[in-house]
Nanobody, 127 residues
Framework: QAQLVESGGGSVQTGGSLRLSCAASKSAYSQYCMAWFRQTPGKEREGVAAIANGGTKTRYADSVKGRFTISQDNAQSTTYIHMNSLKPEDTGMYYC????????????????????WGAGTQVTVSS
């Protein structure tokens, strides 16, 4: 059984919105801290947003602050990322991942510090 399953990707025009979902196994969701990352061909994977403590702690990459919001539904063991005012540079494969919650402020957006990854969902923003 897959532990992380992303959905919600698609194609939108500049200025549009999308909501991505990451469904986790209950055990993973209850033990670990979740985050969203993205990657485009030829570039390194980058952290986009992270969440902890039932949503009381969130972090965002500077490039998405004010446009993206990460949230969780504990009953569904699902982590969301709401993406507004999308730009062509937001295009990429979006992945959710989890890791232990230790050193969260330091490591939560570091792709090298994640324990498990989903398969990803593609987001394409056209101009």
């Amino acid at each position: 059984q897959a532990q992380l399953v992303e959905s919600g990707g698609g194609s939108v025009q500049t200025g549009g919105s999308l909501r991505l979902s990451c469904a986790a196994s209950k055990s993973a969701y209850s033990q670990y801290c979740m985050a969203w990352f993205r990657q485009t061909p030829g570039k390194e994977r980058e952290g986009v947003a992270a969440i902890a403590n039932g949503g009381t702690k969130t972090r965002y990459a500077d490039s998405v602050k004010g446009r993206f919001t990460i949230s969780q539904d504990n009953a569904q063991s699902t982590t969301y990322i709401h993406m507004n005012s999308l730009k062509p540079e937001d295009t990429g494969m979006y992945y959710c991942a989890y890791r232990t919650c230790a050193s969260w402020w330091l490591d939560s957006l570091d792709p090298n510090q994640q324990t498990y990854w989903g398969a990803g969902t593609q987001v394409t923003v056209s101009s």
